[in-house]
């Protein structure tokens, strides 16, 4: 399972979305998610993926967060 | 004298903070309540950055006790009043509606204590591990933008799951309040509702009125479609919003443009019919119009007759 499919399973799961309609360039915003779900879910895939995400202006997609995640397993 | 790490931290006499409320915590304000012994804080609300630093210098000339700066995360200008916080270096900066990380860096630099409104136990570990001094936990029983859970749950949680203090928030307006924040764990109290009643509360009188005759039930929660929840007095102008809040024919944008400058009509010109008056569910405790520093000795008065009376329960 990729980063972005890991992802796209917990905000699904967590959030009641369907999981196909999740993308890449998905934004949060896009699937109806305010500060406090983003906060909420942060801290969710922090400890599923075992990495600290810093939230900022620049994470706006899936993907960016995708990206972000990939970088500190390396 | 109830003390806790807050008092000592930031040289109150009192552990209270006074709200940031757009239109309503202006300069005079906070300065009154900074004078009366607890922590004033001047909104920076929806305004530019010249507004926010001329009420911080005039809050200056007011009083020379500590006092804070709230800024609304969702504010057009919010990355210009983050900035003239950490050029002006008010003792305290409170945030709400969001979260601050991203300006958080630069006011801890400036030296000062960053104390976000949080509304769940994930944004305050976000806020903790980004340095906040303190968090003030807000239940949904305040005015103003809210979150969904109540103060009397919310405060143990937030207590439990961060090291940094707590401070309560949402429904507080008496010493009956304090004191049972103390116990969920909290230290100290922020207070809205009860100090659009002071003496030295500018809003128009038509509002301080409102909400001296709101009872109980009289508060209600609109905004929720748009995710931007906020509890106001039950009035005219919030029974057509609910209206078309509910109407499937009405647009998000139709009805973001129906809340454009209500609050300002309520505070300002103490318009009844377009107005919308924010206050929260503690609006039925507040019985009369008195100076910051009578509502704040009186309120820890009690608090403390009750904290010293507390071991009769204990058999």
């Known amino acids: 399972m990729t980063t972005f499919e890991t992802i796209a399973k917990l905000i699904a799961e967590t959030k009641d979305i369907d999981v196909t309609t999740i993308k890449p360039d998905s934004t949060f915003a896009d699937m109806g998610l305010d500060s406090l779900d983003v906060a909420e879910l942060v801290m969710n895939m922090e400890d599923e993926l075992g990495v600290t995400i810093e939230i900022s202006p620049a994470l706006k997609t899936i993907q960016d967060v995708a990206a972000l995640v990939d970088e500190q397993k390396k | 004298m109830i003390a806790?790490?807050?008092?000592?931290?930031?040289?109150?006499?009192?552990?209270?903070?006074?709200?940031?409320?757009?239109?309503?915590?202006?300069?005079?304000?906070?300065?009154?309540?900074?004078?009366?012994?607890?922590?004033?804080?001047?909104?920076?609300?929806?305004?530019?950055?010249?507004?926010?630093?001329?009420?911080?210098?005039?809050?200056?000339?007011?009083?020379?006790?500590?006092?804070?700066?709230?800024?609304?995360?969702?504010?057009?200008?919010?990355?210009?009043?983050?900035?003239?916080?950490?050029?002006?270096?008010?003792?305290?900066?409170?945030?709400?509606?969001?979260?601050?990380?991203?300006?958080?860096?630069?006011?801890?630099?400036?030296?000062?204590?960053?104390?976000?409104?949080?509304?769940?136990?994930?944004?305050?570990?976000?806020?903790?591990?980004?340095?906040?001094?303190?968090?003030?936990?807000?239940?949904?029983?305040?005015?103003?933008?809210?979150?969904?859970?109540?103060?009397?749950?919310?405060?143990?949680?937030?207590?439990?799951?961060?090291?940094?203090?707590?401070?309560?928030?949402?429904?507080?307006?008496?010493?009956?309040?304090?004191?049972?924040?103390?116990?969920?764990?909290?230290?100290?109290?922020?207070?809205?509702?009860?100090?659009?009643?002071?003496?030295?509360?500018?809003?128009?009188?038509?509002?301080?009125?409102?909400?001296?005759?709101?009872?109980?039930?009289?508060t209600v929660v609109t905004g929720k479609r748009l995710n931007h929840a906020v509890r106001s007095l039950r009035t005219a102008f919030t029974r057509r919003y609910q209206e078309k809040e509910y109407d499937p024919a009405t647009s998000g944008e139709e009805l973001e443009a129906l809340g454009v400058g209500a609050l300002r009509k309520a505070a300002v010109d103490g318009n009844l019919e377009d107005g919308c008056f924010l206050a929260g569910q503690a609006a039925g405790m507040v019985h009369e119009i008195c100076s910051a520093e009578a509502m704040i000795t009186k309120m820890f008065a009690e608090a403390e007759t009750l904290l010293k009376g507390a071991p009769k329960w204990v058999k």
Request: hydrophobic share 50%.
């Open chain 2, 4 to 218: 806790s790490v807050i008092t000592e931290a930031l040289g109150l006499r009192y552990p209270i903070f006074q709200g940031g409320m757009a239109w309503v915590s202006e300069a005079k304000l906070a300065a009154a309540v900074s004078n009366a012994g607890g922590l004033g804080i001047i909104s920076a609300m929806n305004l530019n950055a010249d507004y926010l630093r001329e009420q911080i210098r005039l809050c200056r000339t007011l009083t020379d006790k500590p006092f804070g700066v709230n800024i609304m995360l969702m504010s057009p200008f919010v990355k210009d009043v983050a900035r003239v916080c950490a050029e002006e270096k008010p003792a305290v900066v409170t945030t709400g509606a969001g979260l601050p990380n991203a300006y958080m860096k630069d006011w801890l630099a400036a030296g000062i204590k960053v104390i976000p409104v949080v509304p769940s136990i994930a944004v305050a570990k976000l806020v903790e591990r980004a340095g906040a001094f303190a968090v003030i936990a807000e239940g949904g029983e305040s005015g103003g933008h809210v979150g969904d859970l109540s103060t009397i749950a919310l405060v143990p949680q937030v207590a439990d799951a961060v090291k940094i203090p707590v401070i309560a928030a949402g429904g507080i307006a008496d010493g009956r309040g304090v004191a049972a924040a103390f116990m969920l764990g909290a230290i100290g109290v922020q207070c809205g509702t009860m100090f659009l009643c002071a003496d030295e509360c500018a809003v128009h009188d038509n509002y301080k009125q409102r909400v001296l005759a709101a009872k109980d039930i009289d």
